[in-house]
């Protein structure tokens, strides 16, 4: 079985340009996190999908962050415009039910430099 | 917001030996968990331990929780230069959300 998938694996843009972010959770999984880990500030949660739907975005830092669930098999994490404190790796992970009770399966990671 | 907090930050020690690293949390939880994370890659999961229970084991990996305290163990026994990696604790509670510490990094010198 494939594990969760992201892409792309490294990006490198510039100030001010904006940045997407995908991701294919582990089929039959019904739960999506994204998350943003930095040296600084750790594994930060930004938003959580269950069946698709966002349920909570308290995590997104701000309105430059946008992300979608249009069906159960592909997720988009946006970013525009970027900034340089954006920079950091971000992963992607799914499970299945409600989430706490379960492994989260955590994919490979975008690191993401914005110069 | 992390409530797992783990010690030691980082730990280095001869292969062979047995690393023992803890966590501690400050709010009633149902679950922790361990993952690993090796330079440049996602969290893989090692274990995870239910509130009922105090102790489980996986291959070289034991793993203790006391909810008393509010806390726990990972002990991996016959360390090996591959267990090289960042360990981190997660607390799953009453919502969907786990809680993630700060991690300990751990370096295995052959």
Redesign the interface.
């Known amino acids: 079985d494939a594990g969760?998938i992201q892409s792309p694996r490294h990006e490198v843009t510039e100030m001010g340009q904006e940045v997407t972010l995908r991701c294919k959770p582990i089929s039959g999984h019904n739960?999506l996190f994204w998350y943003r880990q930095t040296m600084m500030r750790?594994?930060e949660?930004l938003i959580?999908f269950?069946n698709n739907v966002p349920?909570?975005d308290s995590g997104m830092p701000e309105d430059r962050f946008s992300a979608k669930m249009p069906n159960a098999s592909f997720s988009t994490l946006k970013i525009q415009p970027s900034e340089p404190r954006d920079s950091a790796v971000y992963?992607c992970?799914s499970t299945w039910g409600?989430?706490?009770?379960e492994?989260?399966?955590?994919?490979?990671?975008t690191?993401l430099l914005v110069l | 917001s992390?409530q797992g907090e783990e010690d030691p930050q980082a730990l280095s020690i001869q292969e062979g030996e047995n690393a023992t690293m803890n966590c501690s949390y400050k709010t009633s939880i149902?679950?922790l968990?361990w993952?690993r994370q090796n330079s440049?890659?996602?969290?893989?999961?090692l274990i995870?331990i239910r509130s009922n229970e105090r102790e489980k084991h996986s291959g070289r990996l034991r793993v203790t929780l006391d909810t008393s305290k509010k806390s726990s163990s990972l002990l991996i026994t016959a360390s090996r230069a591959a267990d090289t990696a960042s360990y981190?604790c997660a607390t799953?509670?009453?919502?969907?959300?786990?809680i993630?510490?700060?991690?300990t990094k751990l370096i295995i010198k052959p």
């Not at chain 1, 409600?98 to 009770?101: D, K, L, M, N, S």
């Not at chain 2, 440049?40 to 999961?45: D, I, K, N, P, Y």
């Open positions: 969760v739960s750790g594994l949660l959580y269950n349920i909570d992963f992970a409600a989430g706490t009770q492994t989260q399966y955590f994919g490979p990671g690191r | 992390q149902n679950n968990q993952y440049g890659r996602g969290l893989v999961h995870l981190f799953g509670g009453s919502n969907y959300q786990l993630w510490g700060a991690g």
